[in-house]
Nanobody, 124 residues
Framework: DVQLVESGGGSVQAGGSLRLSCSPA?????????MAWFRKAPGKEREGAAA????????NYADSVKGRFTISRDNAENALILEMNNLRPEDTAMYYC?????????????????WGRGTQVTVS
């Protein structure tokens, strides 16, 4: 199994920025996998925020984060990165990294097999 570890969460004021990172704890993530960030706010459904297709072929973003969030992969560090700018209070959530070999919607959580434990982002 793949063990994923997220980092970079924290508390910021509206308009601020954060950089989340997700790294596998136990093995190298082959570039043939799709990697994504999901988030879950209290009382809300889990939402796909951004996804990076296999071999970096395509990026998908939720409408709510387009133009503000950027997903990328740091190949040297074998890490998935989420750059979050112009943060809003509604971005407050636990953010999770996910990895899988998928054929369907890259922002559908059901398509991902491996998950991290999350990192909290709070925007006030």
């Amino acid at each position: 199994d793949v063990q994923l570890v997220e980092s970079g969460g924290g508390s910021v004021q509206a308009g601020g920025s954060l950089r989340l990172s997700c790294s596998p704890a136990n093995k190298f993530i082959d570039r043939g996998f799709t990697m994504a960030w999901f988030r879950k706010a209290p009382g809300k459904e889990r939402e796909g925020a951004a996804a990076l297709g296999e071999r970096g072929s395509k990026r998908n973003y939720a409408d709510s984060v387009k133009g503000r969030f950027t997903i990328s992969r740091d190949n040297a560090e074998n890490a998935l990165i989420l750059e979050m700018n112009n943060l809003r209070p509604e971005d407050t959530a636990m953010y999770y990294c996910a990895v899988g070999q998928i054929a369907g919607d890259p922002l559908d959580a059901a398509n991902f097999r491996y998950w991290g434990r999350g990192t909290q982002v709070t925007v006030s």
